[in-house]
């Protein structure tokens, strides 16, 4: 399918771009887009949640009270996990979530994401540009120009660019790659792309 091209401005510069439909165009396959999106935020966890066992904590090992007949659970010392203070019972221990997932897979997902963004009209080409300095205003008044002003963007940029990204930055509600770091989760968390001219053709090629 084609798209108009815009300019920074919001005017439509009469280009089109082709958005290849083996990539924007597919039958959105739900299922691999839940995997890619729980293997990305499963890798960023740290795992490093840790809780003490009854082995671990300071305390006696007198044992407190008489086996039975207590009229409660049998504990032994004070560092029973029955006891306040004591030790927790099957508590997290250090780990890592990571797990794998198929290249084609993970190709698919990102296929899906897009394909969806396509059906939502959530998809605006404008002209490859770069700003001279860092200047968050200018980025503002370019999502006015848009009329994506308020609405959670993606900006996908060919390649980095300081500039660019440091306009972002201190924007709540918009977020800045490139296409080679493109992800199914950063797809899905976006409202809107914004997709630079020179960025479809290289999209186009996943």
Request: proline residues 3%; charged residues 30%.
């Amino acid at each position: 399918m084609e798209i108009n091209v815009y300019n920074i401005k919001g005017e439509d510069t009469g280009k089109k771009v082709t958005l290849k439909d083996g990539v924007f165009g597919i039958e959105p396959n739900d299922h691999v887009i839940y995997l890619d999106v729980k293997q990305y935020l499963a890798n960023r966890r740290q795992g490093t949640a840790k809780s003490k066992e009854r082995s671990e904590i300071s305390g006696s090992t007198r044992k407190l009270g008489r086996q039975k007949g207590g009229g409660g659970a049998r504990h032994g010392d004070i560092n029973s996990p029955v006891m306040v203070g004591g030790g927790r019972v099957f508590g997290p221990k250090p780990r890592d979530y990571e797990f794998k997932l198929n290249k084609k897979e993970k190709a698919l997902a990102r296929k899906s994401a897009l394909s969806y963004k396509v059906r939502d009209n959530a998809i605006t080409v404008v002209e490859d540009f770069s700003f001279e300095v860092p200047k968050t205003k200018e980025f503002l008044a370019l999502s006015k120009n848009l009329n994506l002003a308020g609405k959670k963007l993606l900006v996908i940029l060919p390649e980095n660019n300081d500039n660019i990204l440091l306009s972002v930055r201190n924007i709540p509600k918009a977020n800045v790659t490139t296409v080679s770091e493109l992800n199914t989760y950063k797809v899905l968390d976006a409202a809107h792309l914004v997709l630079l001219e020179s960025s479809v053709s290289a999209i186009n090629n996943f």
